[in-house]
């Protein structure tokens, strides 16, 4: 099975910017869909943003126009770009592959496909 691992958080400032990795041990380009998705202290896991193989984004509204998922297959790596952070984007966020991404995860027809292991993002004011 592919693993994922995730990379590039770190400690910022509001306002700055951080780019996430998420790099494959196998082609990304067996997936239809990728996603990220963030759990933060005492909440839920949350979608974020999610890629299909056909170039279709999504985004979570709070994230909307900050944030861009790219997923470059030659470097079987998906990323994250995220401009004006918040201190509420403060999580450890998780890339995820599948058929399709949906609020939960990302998917095949049988379950949950491959999960990083995450990678830390704290934001402070």
């Known amino acids: 099975q592919v693993q994922l691992s995730e990379s590039g958080g770190g400690s910022v400032q509001s306002g700055e910017s951080l780019r996430l990795s998420c790099t494959a041990s196998?082609?990304?380009?067996?997936?239809?869909?990728m996603g990220w998705y963030r759990q933060a202290p005492g909440k839920e896991r949350e979608f974020v943003a999610s890629?299909?193989?056909?170039?279709?984004?999504n985004y979570a509204d709070s994230v909307q126009g900050r944030f861009a998922i790219f997923r470059d297959n030659a470097k079987n790596t998906l990323f994250l770009h995220m401009n004006n952070l918040k201190p509420e984007d403060t999580a450890v966020y998780y890339c995820?592959?599948?058929?399709?991404?949906?609020?939960?995860?990302?998917?095949?027809?049988?379950?949950?496909?491959?999960w990083g292991q995450g990678t830390q993002v704290t934001v402070s004011s």
């Open positions: 890629s299909t193989s056909g170039g279709t984004t």
């Open positions: 196998g082609r990304i380009s067996t997936f239809n869909a």
């Open positions: 995820s592959a599948g058929y399709f991404c949906s609020g939960y995860g990302c998917s095949f027809s049988g379950g949950f496909g491959p």
